[in-house]
């Protein structure tokens, strides 16, 4: 099979790139020629890998069986390039040089991962050829771009016209059939991730990459001592900041470890500077990005590697450090949030060194104590650890994409998008479906196709007096009601729908003060009374009668949207956000009827627009 496969690879930074570095070279073992169309010679310096010739030599591939990887790469002609205003056409540049390798050597399938660039470009050159598209998303493009007002409908509509979608099965919302959606092949990891390989002498590494901007610190490291390492990107989410205050907490108590960073991202300077404010220079190596082959010999030299996220806006993340450090029998030390993404998670609680929330600088300072104060210890946890770890390896990988691939280009069995009816009643609206104990399906059963928000009205409409419930009727109601909108928020039925979230405007780019902005709300807030206690019905399932409660449906255009109760004040609030009020006017109108304090209503705006419940304009 010849595949087109238009992603991010090395030298970008990141576990996408490397994964889908692992997926190219596991297919060409197979025997398959993939042709990689990339924009990764294009990447920024914040978040490129650092490679010498041998690690360029590595990005291609030939193998005996007749399987191949070549890199077909964008960026050789930018002096040809010129229009106002100016920006980097990355996915016309991809979309082209795809097109073109598809046309010239007659691949059978196109692959995308990462919607932005990538997925777009890759549906561009599937649609001008047409041979099948598969496409994958990651977690920050699943949530975070999906829910760009001005970028997400382009996605919404390469998922919806591709072949075959990789990744969340919650997608069935967007209209696509679940048979044309496929989970995520099992993680896995290249042989390099062993605690028996070799571990790389740091000091003699800094050394090498003294030349490197991202390289400070160039003395040699205290091998008597615990080296304490972190890697990935840089930033708050990611505990890194906890992580040198509680460092330099300890060494202010006389404790004596190394700090290695392999790390960088947009606010490495900030996070350098941070680290020279705690006086923690002395004791911090830094390194740029090393390619994914090289990763393990670094953790390998380390005593511990930390993994801190705490209160990550990605929903649907899945890091995969922890299985990195535990395969390479590395001592990993986590936050409860990190350990908690992972498929394995209850187990793997006694398998690394857990901070319940490394906010809490004491707690995360006792942590690392410990194995600053005994690194033998640290590193015989460690390797203890790595036996717990089950991991797929690389032809695993191979096996689970060349068997979906195979089934798209050959064709499956055609199905019904109304099969996707009941999992998403069952998902978004279980109370109803087991209060009805089998109505539902017996319903489906007799009605035409149908779509999924019209079989709930349906279902709605079915309640009636002369049928046995365990509660009345109107209780019934309420909740069917409730779900209903929740099953509003993960289906988007209205995809024909010309009306945008926020109505376009032509306001001008140099906007007033904030107190003169005009706050509208988004057209998908939903706003509804119920006659529950929702709080019991959302956190704990149960039917409590209360008095009625008023709930805000947010929904997203990543379908991942919210649930949040409403107190009366913000009830009014929110409908005072119609855009003909500015913020100074809704301040003074909520401060005369609820003696709001003047920065409360501003504050809360702000968060509101964050969030896109509101638009400034």
């Given at each position: 099979?010849?595949?087109?496969?238009?992603?991010?690879?090395?030298?970008?930074?990141?576990?996408?790139?490397?994964?889908?570095?692992?997926?190219?070279?596991?297919?060409?073992?197979?025997?398959?020629?993939?042709?990689?169309?990339?924009?990764?010679?294009?990447?920024?310096?914040?978040?490129?890998?650092?490679?010498?010739?041998?690690?360029?030599?590595?990005?291609?591939?030939?193998?005996?069986?007749?399987?191949?990887?070549?890199?077909?790469?964008?960026?050789?002609?930018?002096?040809?390039?010129?229009?106002?205003?100016?920006?980097?056409?990355?996915?016309?540049?991809?979309?082209?040089?795809?097109?073109?390798?598809?046309?010239?050597?007659?691949?059978?399938?196109?692959?995308?991962?990462?919607?932005?660039?990538?997925?777009?470009?890759?549906?561009?050159?599937?649609?001008?050829?047409?041979?099948?598209?598969?496409?994958?998303?990651?977690?920050?493009?699943?949530?975070?771009?999906?829910?760009?007002?001005?970028?997400?409908?382009?996605?919404?509509?390469?998922?919806?016209?591709?072949?075959?979608?990789?990744?969340?099965?919650?997608?069935?919302?967007?209209?696509?059939?679940?048979?044309?959606?496929?989970?995520?092949?099992?993680?896995?990891?290249?042989?390099?991730?062993?605690?028996?390989?070799?571990?790389?002498?740091?000091?003699?590494?800094?050394?090498?990459?003294?030349?490197?901007?991202?390289?400070?610190?160039?003395?040699?490291?205290?091998?008597?001592?615990?080296?304490?390492?972190?890697?990935?990107?840089?930033?708050?989410?990611?505990?890194?900041?906890?992580?040198?205050?509680?460092?330099?907490?300890?060494?202010?108590?006389?404790?004596?470890?190394?700090?290695?960073?392999?790390?960088?991202?947009?606010?490495?300077?900030?996070?350098?500077?941070?680290?020279?404010?705690?006086?923690?220079?002395?004791?911090?190596?830094?390194?740029?990005?090393?390619?994914?082959?090289?990763?393990?010999?670094?953790?390998?030299?380390?005593?511990?590697?930390?993994?801190?996220?705490?209160?990550?806006?990605?929903?649907?993340?899945?890091?995969?450090?922890?299985?990195?450090?535990?395969?390479?029998?590395?001592?990993?030390?986590?936050?409860?949030?990190?350990?908690?993404?992972?498929?394995?998670?209850?187990?793997?609680?006694?398998?690394?060194?857990?901070?319940?929330?490394?906010?809490?600088?004491?707690?995360?300072?006792?942590?690392?104590?410990?194995?600053?104060?005994?690194?033998?210890a640290a590193v015989e946890f460690g390797r203890q650890s790595s036996k717990q770890l089950p991991v797929a390896d690389d032809d695993e990988l191979g096996a689970a994409y060349a068997a979906m691939f195979d089934a798209v280009v050959h064709g499956g069995p055609a199905q019904s998008a109304d099969d996707a009816v009941l999992?998403?009643?069952?998902?978004?609206?279980?109370?109803?479906?087991?209060?009805?104990?089998?109505?539902?399906?017996?319903?489906?059963?007799?009605?035409?196709?149908?779509?999924?928000?019209?079989?709930?009205?349906?279902?709605?409409?079915?309640?009636d007096d002369d049928v046995e419930l365990e509660y009345p009727p109107d209780t019934i109601r309420e909740v069917v009601r409730f779900e209903q909108h929740r099953l509003w928020l993960a289906v988007d039925a209205d995809h024909d729908a010309v009306d945008p979230a926020f109505p376009r405007s032509a306001v001008a780019r140099?906007?007033?003060?904030?107190?003169?902005?005009?706050?509208?709300?988004?057209?998908?807030?939903?706003?509804?009374?119920?006659?529950?206690?929702?709080?019991?019905?959302?956190?704990?399932?149960?039917?409590?009668?209360?008095?009625p409660s008023v709930c805000a449906f947010h929904k997203r255009p990543s379908l991942r949207g919210r649930v949040f109760r409403l107190t009366p004040a913000t009830r009014e609030l929110l409908q005072l956000c119609d855009g003909t009020r500015t913020v100074e006017e809704i301040t003074d109108i909520a401060a005369r009827a609820?003696?709001?304090?003047?920065?409360?209503?501003?504050?809360?705006?702000?968060?509101?627009?964050?969030?896109?419940?509101?638009?400034?304009?």
């Amino acid at each position: 099979m010849r595949i087109c496969a238009v992603m991010k690879y090395p030298p970008i930074q990141g576990g996408v790139s490397a994964h889908c570095y692992r997926m190219a070279r596991a297919l060409a073992e197979r025997g398959h020629q993939v042709d990689v169309v990339t924009n990764a010679d294009e990447v920024e310096d914040d978040y490129r890998i650092w490679f010498d010739d041998s690690d360029f030599q590595r990005l291609a591939a030939t193998f005996p069986n007749g399987g191949a990887v070549r890199v077909i790469a964008s960026g050789q002609w930018e002096r040809a390039r010129a229009y106002i205003p100016a920006a980097n056409p990355f996915a016309t540049k991809l979309a082209a040089l795809a097109t073109e390798e598809i046309r010239l050597h007659g691949a059978d399938l196109v692959f995308s991962a990462y919607l932005e660039p990538y997925g777009l470009s890759a549906h561009l050159a599937a649609s001008w050829t047409g041979v099948p598209h598969v496409v994958q998303h990651a977690g920050s493009d699943r949530t975070r771009l999906l829910d760009h007002p001005e970028l997400g409908q382009a996605y919404r509509e390469v998922l919806r016209r591709a072949d075959l979608v990789v990744g969340d099965r919650n997608l069935t919302g967007l209209g696509i059939p679940p048979h044309r959606i496929a989970p995520m092949p099992k993680a896995s990891l290249p042989p390099e991730f062993t605690p028996d390989g070799p571990a790389a002498d740091l000091t003699a590494l800094v050394a090498r990459l003294r030349e490197s901007a991202w390289v400070r610190n160039t003395s040699p490291l205290d091998p008597a001592v615990a080296t304490i390492g972190v890697y990935g990107k840089l930033g708050v989410v990611k505990g890194s900041y906890d992580l040198i205050e509680a460092l330099a907490r300890l060494r202010g108590r006389g404790l004596r470890f190394n700090f290695l960073v392999m790390a960088g991202g947009t606010e490495r300077e900030k996070f350098l500077t941070a680290v020279d404010e705690l006086g923690l220079t002395e004791v911090t190596w830094t390194l740029p990005f090393l390619p994914p082959w090289r990763v393990p010999e670094v953790l390998r030299a380390c005593t511990a590697v930390c993994g801190l996220e705490r209160n990550f806006p990605v929903e649907v993340h899945r890091p995969g450090l922890p299985m990195e450090l535990l395969s390479c029998g590395t001592c990993a030390v986590l936050s409860a949030e990190v350990v908690r993404t992972q498929p394995h998670w209850p187990e793997l609680r006694s398998s690394a060194r857990v901070v319940e929330d490394p906010r809490d600088i004491d707690g995360l300072a006792k942590v690392l104590a410990e194995v600053i104060a005994d690194p033998a210890a640290a590193v015989e946890f460690g390797r203890q650890s790595s036996k717990q770890l089950p991991v797929a390896d690389d032809d695993e990988l191979g096996a689970a994409y060349a068997a979906m691939f195979d089934a798209v280009v050959h064709g499956g069995p055609a199905q019904s998008a109304d099969d996707a009816v009941l999992p998403l009643l069952r998902r978004h609206m279980p109370m109803t479906m087991a209060l009805l104990n089998g109505r539902a399906e017996r319903l489906l059963s007799r009605v035409a196709p149908v779509g999924v928000q019209d079989f709930a009205t349906m279902l709605a409409e079915s309640i009636d007096d002369d049928v046995e419930l365990e509660y009345p009727p109107d209780t019934i109601r309420e909740v069917v009601r409730f779900e209903q909108h929740r099953l509003w928020l993960a289906v988007d039925a209205d995809h024909d729908a010309v009306d945008p979230a926020f109505p376009r405007s032509a306001v001008a780019r140099r906007q007033p003060d904030f107190g003169q902005l005009r706050p509208v709300c988004s057209a998908l807030l939903r706003i509804a009374e119920f006659a529950l206690d929702v709080d019991a019905l959302t956190a704990r399932g149960e039917i409590v009668d209360s008095e009625p409660s008023v709930c805000a449906f947010h929904k997203r255009p990543s379908l991942r949207g919210r649930v949040f109760r409403l107190t009366p004040a913000t009830r009014e609030l929110l409908q005072l956000c119609d855009g003909t009020r500015t913020v100074e006017e809704i301040t003074d109108i909520a401060a005369r009827a609820h003696d709001a304090p003047p920065t409360a209503v501003p504050e809360l705006l702000r968060r509101f627009a964050l969030d896109q419940v509101v638009q400034l304009r």
